[in-house]
């Protein structure tokens, strides 16, 4: 092959697209997807991302949360999930992270449920993967754990009804009037983690689905999770599609006051950015949650 020959197959387009540079970061996942669902819906960071005077500070995005969660089993804090290789997860493959998002799975052992995979199961493969090209795509922060780690792998995987196994994304789409979505959102955002009453420790999905009851403690003081099945008196059955989204996205109560942390962190930090399709699916799946006193 002569000198020109081979230059003008070396300076075409195809010979350029070869000796293009393709390395772990040119991730498969939706970058801007995988932003939207963890900072509308999976909040990662409520628990990944360390906070200053004013809410997160993105400057340590995913260099791990502040506060430490403690049960009869565990005492966990959530660790870095930046792309540093030493103290991250930037060793980590894509299998690695897709194991720990929705089973739970750590380094050698059981992560505590404190890491909400449950929640996280009906992620389509899709979602899934455009959460873990956004979770790279955020700069490394070295910081490594210093909190005293313990836990236990004893303890029953609670998915909710319906969304214990990773949803297809047709189906998503197709299904949408029917609710699919609406479950999917739910169960994303953790909506009825926190408000099914708990048996032993973990929501009774098939009995107080959406009963409220569940305290949380924290820094401003004590809340009880409401009661947001569809009872007319109990419940909120008889908010308006609107009161039911200002409280959700805003953080507002139906008589106009503000609701209590974690309510109104999440619903300012996260839930306010949920896009119209997604709100009104929502809104109109906790419609469906039969009334409970
Ligand atoms: C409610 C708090 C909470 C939320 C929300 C949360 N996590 Fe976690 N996560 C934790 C805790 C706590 C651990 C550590 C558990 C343990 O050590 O047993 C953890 C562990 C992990 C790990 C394993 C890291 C390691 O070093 O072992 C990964 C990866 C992870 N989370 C990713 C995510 C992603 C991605 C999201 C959002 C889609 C998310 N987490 C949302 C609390 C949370
Ligand atoms: C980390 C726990 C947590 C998560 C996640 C959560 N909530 Fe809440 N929610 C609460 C608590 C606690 C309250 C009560 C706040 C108060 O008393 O001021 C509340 C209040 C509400 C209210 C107001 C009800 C009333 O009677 O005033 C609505 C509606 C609501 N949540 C819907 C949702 C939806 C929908 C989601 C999912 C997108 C969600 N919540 C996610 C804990 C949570």
Same mark, same amino acid.
């Given at each position: 092959m002569n000198l020109i020959r081979l230059w003008s197959i070396l300076s075409s387009p195809v010979a350029l697209l070869a000796f293009w540079p393709i390395g772990p970061v040119a991730c498969a996942g939706d970058v801007e997807r995988g932003r939207y669902l963890v900072e509308a819906l999976t909040a990662c960071d409520n628990c990944h991302t360390p906070r200053g005077a004013a809410g997160y500070d993105f400057s340590k995005r995913f260099a791990g949360g502040p506060q430490t969660f403690a049960d009869k089993t565990y005492v966990v804090r959530g660790p870095n999930i930046s792309s540093d290789v030493e103290t991250g997860v930037g060793a980590w493959t894509d299998e690695d992270l897709r194991a720990a998002i929705v089973d739970g799975v750590g380094r050698n052992y059981r992560l505590a449920p404190v890491m909400p995979s449950d929640s996280y199961k009906p992620l389509t493969p899709r979602d899934l993967d455009a959460i873990i090209a956004f979770l790279r795509s955020a700069a490394p922060v070295h910081a490594p754990l210093q909190a005293p780690q313990q836990r236990s792998s004893e303890w029953t995987p609670r998915p909710m009804p319906g969304a214990a196994a990773a949803f297809d994304e047709g189906s998503l789409a197709e299904n949408s009037a029917r609710g699919l979505r609406g479950l999917y959102v739910a169960s994303l955002a953790r909506c009825m983690s926190c408000h099914s009453e708990e048996i032993d420790g973990a929501p009774d999905y098939q009995n107080r689905l959406g009963?409220?009851?569940?305290?949380?403690?924290?820094?401003? +003081?004590?809340?009880?999770?409401?009661?947001?099945?569809?009872?007319? *008196?109990? &419940? %909120? +059955?008889?908010?308006?599609?609107?009161?039911?989204?200002?409280?959700? *996205?805003? &953080? %507002?109560?139906?008589?106009?006051?503000?609701?209590?942390?974690?309510?109104? *962190?999440?619903?300012?930090?996260?839930?306010?950015?949920?896009?119209?399709?997604d709100l009104d699916a929502l809104v109109a799946w906790i419609r469906t949650i039969p009334p409970k006193e």
């Open positions: 009963a409220g009851g569940k305290v949380f403690r924290n820094p401003a +003081g004590v809340a009880v999770a409401s009661n947001i099945t569809s009872h007319p *008196t109990k &419940g %909120v +059955g008889a908010w308006s599609d609107d009161e039911l989204k200002r409280a959700i *996205t805003d &953080g %507002v109560s139906r008589d106009g006051t503000s609701l209590k942390p974690p309510m109104s *962190t999440l619903a300012k930090a996260h839930f306010s950015k949920m896009s119209a399709d």
